[in-house]
């Protein structure tokens, strides 16, 4: 894989991974996880298919539909595995907790650390070359102007810090399948704000036909980046 090549693929509601040329890059990825009556099913990976480079685990906060703690047990007794938890506390060993508006080194990688408006962190990755945006659970999901604004001071604080963003994971629908206009909007307000290059609608609870509609207000409202729309569990998008 040459130095600006990469791959995505989807695992299934909010998860991907991103491979570039030294990392896999896991988002919010779970497995199969329940809580409450509500379960998540996502491809389920192996992850001695993944030993030839360095991976790299981010989950966003602690819902049952981020991460997954048995996984994360999991991947313990993979050396060449790195875990990135958004306030979440751990003792695991090659875990690291990162905090709203904090930044951590690894290495040459470079993460920024948003406040999210339900829990946790969204992030901005500054990694091989690219830059990369992941929502985690950070939207305008319609909960009042406090929640709201938290939303728009974090995707301002990542646009302010001036890095071309090459690929944006956003949420455009809630876990019961709808796309409340509030959200909608709060989702195109990051794709014009951050300017990636590449955008993944993501959180459809595998109503991924919500894609396509989301695609649709995007267009309408003006959106002219790329806007990819995963149909299904396993889906790869190649680019550079």
Not at 17 to 27: A, D, G
Not at 57 to 74: G, I, Q, R
Request: hydrophobic share 35%; aromatic share 12%; glycine share 8%.
């Amino acid at each position: 894989m040459k130095d600006k090549e990469y791959k995505v693929k989807y695992l299934g509601h909010s998860a991907f991974i991103v491979e570039s040329k030294n990392y896999y890059l896991f988002f919010d990825y779970v497995g199969i996880s329940e809580d409450d009556g509500y379960e998540i099913e996502e491809q389920i990976i192996n992850f001695e298919n993944y030993e030839d480079k360095t991976v790299i685990m981010f989950n966003s906060h602690d819902h049952f539909d981020h991460y997954n703690k048995a996984l994360h047990l999991e991947t313990q007794k993979y050396k060449n595995i790195i875990s990135i938890l958004g306030d979440i506390e751990s003792n695991l060993k090659n875990t690291i907790t990162i905090k709203p508006r904090e930044i951590k080194e690894i290495g040459n990688i470079k993460i920024y650390a948003g406040a999210s408006t339900d829990l946790g962190v969204c992030y901005l990755i500054d990694i091989d070359g690219f830059v990369i945006y992941y929502g985690g659970d950070n939207a305008d999901w319609g909960d009042g102007d406090e929640a709201n604004n938290i939303h728009y001071q974090e995707i301002d604080y990542f646009a302010n810090l001036g890095l071309k963003v090459d690929l944006a994971f956003i949420p455009v629908c809630n876990f019961s399948g709808q796309r409340p206009k509030d959200m909608t909007n709060g989702a195109i307000y990051s794709i014009k704000k951050l300017n990636p290059r590449i955008v993944f609608p993501m959180h459809s609870a595998g109503r991924e036909k919500l894609y396509k509609n989301f695609l649709t207000d995007a267009i309408n409202d003006n959106c002219t980046n790329k806007i990819i729309c995963m149909e299904k569990m396993g889906q790869i998008y190649t680019g550079e």
